[in-house]
Nanobody, 120 residues
Framework: QVQLAESGGGLVQPGGSLRLSCAASGSAFSIYTMGWYRRAPGKQRELVAVITRDGSTNYADSVKGRFTISRDNAKNTAYLQMNSLKLEDTAVYYC??????????????WGQGTQVTVSS
C-alpha cells in the first residue's frame, strides 16, 4: 500500500512563508504527477499547483508568483514553497498523486491534509 503524508502546515502571519512537504511511502511504485490542492472553509477543493516527473508545472492564478512547487523524484517527495501568504490562503492543503502506478494498475491517492492558517 502506498500512502502520501503531508507536513509543514501551521499558523503564519500575512506576508509570511511556509513550506509544505508530501512524502510517498510504500514499495514498488512510480508517480508521474504530484499536486497540491486546498479546501478553504465553506469552499470547494481547488487545485493549487501540479508538477510532473520531468518538472513541468502548472499553478492556479491565485498563487502564481507566490507559490513554487518542486519535487525530489529519488525521495518520492513533493514540496510547496508558499511565500507572501495572504489571509485567503487559509485552508487545508492536500497532496495528490493522480497517476501512481503499482502492480500494473494506476491509482489516484490523496494525503490526509495539513492545515495552513494565515492570521494576524
Amino acid at each position: 500500500q502506498v500512502q502520501l503524508a503531508e507536513s509543514g502546515g501551521g499558523l503564519v502571519q500575512p506576508g509570511g512563508s511556509l513550506r509544505l512537504s508530501c512524502a510517498a511511502s510504500g514499495s514498488a511504485f512510480s508517480i508521474y504527477t504530484m499536486g497540491w490542492y486546498r479546501r478553504a472553509p465553506g469552499k470547494q477543493r481547488e487545485l493549487v499547483a501540479v508538477i510532473t516527473r520531468d518538472g513541468s508545472t502548472n499553478y492556479a492564478d491565485s498563487v502564481k508568483g507566490r507559490f513554487t512547487i518542486s519535487r525530489d523524484n529519488a525521495k518520492n517527495t513533493a514540496y510547496l514553497q508558499m511565500n507572501s501568504l495572504k489571509l485567503e490562503d487559509t485552508a487545508v492543503y492536500y497532496c495528490n498523486a493522480p497517476d501512481l502506478f503499482r502492480s500494473g494498475t494506476y491509482f489516484n491517492i490523496w494525503g490526509q491534509g495539513t492545515q495552513v492558517t494565515v492570521s494576524s
